[in-house]
């Protein structure tokens, strides 16, 4: 039991060691020497970790900017964040939350081997969060022990496999088929968005053709522009906040300056995960050939979204500001309908709001990412007030889940089990099972992983 924790709690929720155990496994596939498993194995886990740290410090300063903005507005409400909301969750369900999402990791690789649907789902936090929200709803239906296992893994691990291909023909123009697709459960938001910038803008005129007057050419350089731009955002939350409520979180330090070191370092947190993000890729994409010949053919590894940031760096503030008004213009919305007040989370709406502003870019420029991003940020708002109903015991903290795809099968999983109680779950399992079973007597199209040369 303390081994099934260990490797459950410490290791498949954790992307580095996944990641470092996928690259060595398709090292030694391919038969490549000792130097190239080293390397190919400590790369990814050393970038994933640099992308985990640089995550870190743009959580860690995003959350003063949250509490100066809830202070100076006077909003108060409920702050959707996966990992509060996930924390509170494993006194509840711990081991329920442990069980399902081993299930599901083990139910996604027998799916990429067996089935059409060849995506590893690599991104294990993200795993874990919603193996966490699946035993919340279906622990409502009064569903227990291996049955509840059984259904939460299967529901996690064919979400895991299909959620990646619905939008790949996106994710492939975003990285121009550089064989990975998107590993994150706020996809469908990513996709939808990608979508509306295909309806109302023009690829052509991309963020990142952006003209920028000589004089302002170091605005090219995305550490600068990012910071510039939070710097902007914390002086006028600071401002409005107050010196006395700035100080207090600050310990002391002049509202100003804080204000200052924390848009600044948040600036240095978003360098670090691309920094990152090109060490992941510059090793995981051709060792994983080795997993796409010799063990499960044609597989392609599905990261997390903060993976796909380098490839449209002015993108990811379009969207993230796009996302953030968004969401501000959703929770007036639930406001003047008198539903629970959803305030913007910084955190789902820099990540998520960041890659809806890529998606509608690849499709359609500048006007896609602003749009599509922004129609991300209303879902944000309006999805999890629409999921706390549904979470049971977990609906009454002050914290939900905050990203899209939580949203949609919590809701939907939650309402058909409410109305139909186990039937309503038997009927969603018997869909996937079609969806991912029936492609496999049809003759279509499979997208062949295009890996590079390395090695």
Known sequence: MNLLRIIGNDILTSPAFLLGIISLIGLVALKKPFNKLITGTLKPIIGYI????????????????????????NITGVVPNNEAITSIAQDILGKETMFILLAGLIINVLIARFTKYKYIFLTGHHSFFMACMLSAVLSTSGLKGATLILAGGFLLGAWSAISPSIGQKYTDLVTDDDGIAMGHFGSLGYYISAFIGSKVGNKEK???????????????????????????????AAIVAGPKYVQGLSGGTNYIVYALTSALSFAVGVTIVYNGVRMILSELIPAFQGVSQ????????????????????????IGFISSFIGGIIGMLILGGMGAVLIIPGLVPHFFCGATAGIYGNATGGKKGAVIGSFVNGLFLAFLPAF????????GFQNTTFGDFDFGVIGIIIGNLVNKFGNTGIISIVVILLAVLIVPNFMKTKTHVINAKDEY
């Open 206 to 236: 991309s963020t990142e053709h952006i003209d920028i007057p000589e004089k302002y050419n170091f605005l090219r350089d995305s550490t600068i522009s990012t910071a510039i731009t939070m710097v902007v955002f914390y002086l006028i």
């Open 387 to 394: 999921l706390l109903p549904v979470l049971g015991n977990l």
């Open 50 to 73: 640099m992308l985990g740290a640089g995550a870190g410090v743009i959580v860690k300063n995003l959350d003063p900017l949250g509490k100066m903005i809830e202070h100076g507005f």
């Open 294 to 317: 010799k063990i499960i053919p044609k597989a392609i590894p599905a990261v997390d979204c903060a993976v796909f940031f380098t490839y449209a760096p002015n993108a990811v503030l």
